[in-house]
């Protein structure tokens, strides 16, 4: 595959792998290592322990050593969101034993984050469950994420909310961009602290078929990270349709400048191959 971006030093884009979608052909504490070889300085992660939202404290602890001695800095962290990779798409909606389990997370992943120096956490919204009122879910969330942006706050970093794609998760609700800056600005107008911010994902957005280019104009202001894969089939970018060097760019001119993370399918292949369209030099974030 053909190199998207130009190869030369000096560039502004700030590009991470996110771990637990690529180089999971790994275990999970040889993957910093893995993402330093190829050439990264920059990852994130879903929650990894996807069975427990309180691992033990060595678990913790044998991750921030693998993140440590691999160079590699953790730049953004979701929150526990039930079985991700699985049927579920986040737990802070869900009334019960998952929104319990959610805010027995919250302390203990803002800490991991603040352990690593990891500056964003994400709040996966959880899908809608049968039976239940969705206001009912809707006024629950919103009490589980001003609690999650205060420990975010409290470990000077920023509570990300994302937008997720119709046809792979039906039962999410947040599936366009003016839906998750609505929960956005209820939990910024709810805390008082502005710490709230849009994960904006192009994979998901071009899948629900909205206008990138106008998502982009109007919400770059309020957003604290963004995500990309190439549609469809969400591959590396250049397998797909999506213009990244033009959309990248976009973003760029209306004031982003931070981290852009790599949440693609690396297909029948070693994830160490996946990277072509992205020269060696830009890999490392400046």
Request: glycine share 10%; hydrophobic share 45%.
């Amino acid at each position: 595959m053909a190199s998207l971006f130009r190869d030369k030093r000096g560039t502004d884009q700030r590009f991470d792998v996110n771990l637990s979608i690529l180089f999971t052909e790994l275990p999970l504490l040889e993957r910093p290592a893995a993402a330093a070889a190829a050439g990264f300085t920059a990852v994130e992660l879903w929650w990894p322990w996807v069975e427990t939202p309180t691992p033990a404290q060595a678990e913790l602890d044998a991750l921030k050593k693998a993140l440590d001695e691999a160079g590699t800095q953790l730049v953004g962290l979701n929150f526990y969101a039930g079985q991700l990779p699985g049927p579920d798409r986040g737990a802070l909606s869900v009334p019960g034993e998952e929104s319990d389990r959610f805010r027995a997370n919250i302390d203990v992943a803002a800490d991991f984050a603040a352990s690593v120096g990891c500056k964003a956490l994400n709040a996966l919204y959880g899908n809608r469950v049968e039976g239940v009122d969705p206001q009912v879910q809707d006024t629950l969330a919103l009490e589980n994420l001003v609690l999650a942006a205060r420990a975010a706050d409290r470990v000077g970093a920023i509570l990300l909310i994302e937008t997720l794609n119709k046809p792979e998760s039906p039962l999410y609700p947040l599936v366009s961009a003016p839906s998750a800056i609505e929960v956005v600005d209820k939990v910024n107008a709810a805390t008082g602290l502005g710490n709230a911010k849009f994960l904006l994902d192009l994979y998901h957005l071009s899948m629900n078929g909205e206008d990138l280019n106008e998502v982009i104009a109007a919400y770059a202001d309020r957003t604290g990270h963004v995500q990309i894969a190439d549609n469809p089939g969400r591959g590396a970018p250049g397998t797909g349709d999506l213009d990244f060097v033009d959309l990248l760019g976009r973003l760029k001119k209306a004031g982003y400048d931070g981290w852009t993370g790599l949440e693609y399918k690396a297909g029948d292949r070693p994830s160490a191959g996946s990277f072509e369209w992205l020269p060696q030099p830009l890999r490392a974030a400046n």
